[in-house]
């Protein structure tokens, strides 16, 4: 048995195009990112999510992930677990804290639970997000989580670099169209 994750064709058609440019900033990293968000929803080939993984001093991507949890029924199939399964595939390793360079993970929005985990489990040193209030929840009704209070504060306890609100309003741009578009919202907030 095994299961398996794959990116919609237009995503890896696009990877293949993204990947010959370099991004210096956050900000150049989170436009193709959010970029991916919106194009998922769009082809309707997932939620509103993506994450990407770039090498932090050089601005080399790695690979972008989308959320792929109705298409391909599977819970899990997040963008981060995406995202970060697909960098340790391409990268040959399991730990992405033990490549010669210091990866960054860059997301559209703060992780929710289980991909919170996935964060620490997966070794990068640095994360870049779109933002962490709750407006994903209250616009979309997607539910994140129990996110522990010191969330920040545990992530750098554990060696990694946070960065917050990163093309902020584009990112909620995103989630809004999502639910004009009238898609699925899956695991609805249930608390």
């Known amino acids: 048995m095994e299961f398996t994750v794959s990116l919609p064709q237009w995503a890896v058609d696009d990877l293949a195009s993204l990947k010959e440019a370099t991004y210096p900033t956050a900000e150049d990293r989170m436009r ?5 968000a919106r194009k998922n929803f769009e082809h ?7 994450a990407g ?19 391909s029924n599977c819970s899990s199939a997040h963008a981060e ?3 970060l399964s697909l960098a340790q595939n391409l990268l040959g390793t399991w730990n992405l804290g033990a ?16 991909c919170y985990g996935a964060v620490l489990w997966s070794g990068v040193k640095s ?14 009704g997607f539910d994140e989580g129990p996110i522990h209070p010191e969330w920040q504060k545990e992530l750098e306890k ?20 999502f639910m004009a578009a009238g898609r699925e919202v899956y695991n609805p907030n249930r608390g």
């Open 158 to 177: 554990r060696g990694v670099e946070l960065t917050d609100g990163v093309l902020n309003e584009e990112c909620v741009q995103v989630f809004r169209d």
């Open 127 to 140: 994360l870049v997000i779109g933002g962490s209030g709750g407006e994903v929840e209250e616009i979309t």
């Open 99 to 114: 490549w010669p360079e210091t990866l960054q993970l860059v997301v559209n929005w703060r992780p929710c639970a289980m």
């Open 32 to 36: 193709p990112v959010n970029a991916f």
């Open 44 to 50: 309707n080939t997932g939620g509103p999510f993506s």
């Open 81 to 83: 677990v995406t995202a």
């Open 53 to 71: 993984v770039f090498e932090k001093d050089t601005g080399k991507l790695i690979v972008i992930g989308v959320n792929r949890v109705v298409p």
